[in-house]
């Protein structure tokens, strides 16, 4: 018997080499065989079904991808899931306790932060993030931290009321830009 292999016919694209990858997602593992070069939102949304996350402009710049990796905000569309080997996912769909909806899934819905809903799940998963990191301690500074999610209804201000509520406790926060008195005059051309 030969060990050796018969030439693939010309013209014969290879199969891929797949990477073991092992993930905790929602609570749940998984062992995944991914190719390398498989973002984490592809693995997400294609191979496991979880498609609260959303797949926006698939080049990091308007957050609707947003995940938690190990508690912290992450674009999953600039993730390839082998560099999160090992690796606790959140996503929108895991950050309710069974049918209890998580305190800033009930804030964004009491303060209808949200019109069309797609930016939804990145905004809720990059709050969590936000939280966790605990750096926030103003609507302005709330507003900053959540800049990396755009929102292309323009529900920033209900967004940020939401957020503020459940990350400082301030149900009526205000932002020191608004006590701020507005000039108007001409703009220069």
Not at 59 to 72: M, P, R, S
Not at 103 to 113: E, G, I, T
Not at 169 to 182: E, V
């Amino acid at each position: 018997m030969s060990s050796v292999q018969p030439p693939a016919p010309a013209g014969a694209v290879p199969k891929p080499a797949l990477t073991s990858v092992q993930l905790r997602i929602n609570g749940m593992a998984h062992d995944l065989q991914v190719e390398p070069w498989v973002t984490l939102l592809d693995l997400l949304r294609d191979r496991l079904e979880l498609t609260g996350t959303k797949k926006g402009c698939d080049h990091g710049q308007c957050g609707a991808c947003t995940v938690l990796v190990n508690g912290e905000r992450i674009l999953s569309c600039l993730t390839l899931a082998v560099m999160r080997d090992g690796a606790e996912v959140t996503t929108v769909e895991g950050l309710a306790q069974g049918d209890r909806l998580h305190p800033l899934q009930q804030v964004f819905m009491r303060r209808d932060a949200f019109q069309c809903g797609y930016c939804t799940p990145g905004q809720l998963c990059s709050a969590v993030g936000l939280i966790n990191e605990g750096n926030a301690t103003s609507l302005d500074e709330v507003r900053e931290l959540m800049s990396g999610n755009l929102c292309r209804c323009g529900a920033y201000v209900q967004i940020a009321q939401a957020v503020a509520e459940v990350a400082l406790g301030q149900p009526d926060a205000t932002s020191a830009r608004s006590r701020c008195p507005i000039v108007t005059g001409t703009v220069p051309a």
